[in-house]
């Protein structure tokens, strides 16, 4: 049983570039959250997911930033105009059920922008 | 005031000794606790969870939580140099109907041999 997979596992954008990342939750969990971890920080809660509908994006900045789970396929994240302040471990967790607290987190993506 | 403050460390103790982790939290809204592992360069792994005040013990790991304080500990018993990792507390409130977690800053643990 394959875990919380996320590719790519590092991604390296040039400012103004897009970076899209990938996460696919595990088998039978159709719930998924990501969260962002900067050096020497904690993760901070980004956005919560089920198929096809975004639940919670308090966590996401306001602009370039936007995130998907679409009926087919993995949930993807995507950064349009990517600047320094960008680089940072992106995580996906998944979960089988809205009331589950139990969150499997993937290996994430670690962004590097330059 | 962050809602969640965890002492990054960093803490390094020789192996067979017990670790004591610790977090604080300032929202009373807040109904279930977890501790969870991180190896460098890998994703968090949960270790422990519970949602009451009290002890909680899983082999040389033990949960405890104190709602009336807002502090929750991680206890590590007879610590392994495989241990050396970056501890998250994550915190959940209760009331919302899904997963969404706050996390502590990370304490860095070394355990050396």
């Known amino acids: 049983n394959a875990g919380v997979m996320q590719n790519p596992r590092h991604l390296v954008r040039r400012r103004g570039q897009e970076a899209r990342l990938r996460c696919s939750p595990m088998k039978g969990h159709s719930h998924v959250y990501w969260y962002r971890q900067l050096p020497e920080e904690g993760l901070k809660f980004m956005v919560y997911l089920q198929k096809e509908n975004i639940i919670d994006e308090s966590g996401m900045p306001k602009e370039r930033f936007s995130a998907e789970f679409p009926k087919e396929g993995p949930s993807i994240l995507r950064i349009q105009q990517v600047v320094r302040g960008d680089s940072a471990a992106y995580f996906c967790?998944?979960?089988?059920?809205?009331?589950?607290?139990?969150?499997?987190f993937g290996q994430g993506t670690r962004l590097t922008v330059v | 005031q962050k809602e969640v403050e965890q002492d990054p460390g960093p803490l390094s103790v020789p192996e067979g000794a017990i670790v004591s982790l610790n977090c604080t939290y300032s929202?009373?809204?807040?109904?279930?606790f977890m501790w969870y592992r991180q190896y460098s360069r890998k994703g968090p792994e949960l270790l422990m969870y519970t949602y009451s005040s009290g002890n909680k013990e899983d082999g040389r790991f033990t949960a405890q939580v104190d709602k009336s304080s807002k502090y929750i500990s991680l206890f590590i018993r007879d610590s392994q140099p495989s241990d050396s990792a970056t501890y998250l507390c994550?915190?959940?409130?209760?009331?919302?109907?899904?997963?969404?977690?706050?996390f502590g800053q990370g304490t860095i643990l070394t355990v050396h041999p």
């Open positions: 929202n009373s809204a807040f109904q279930y």
């Open positions: 967790a998944s979960s089988p059920g809205r009331m589950n607290t139990e969150a499997f």
């Open positions: 994550a915190i959940k409130a209760g009331g919302t109907s899904y997963g969404k977690l706050t």
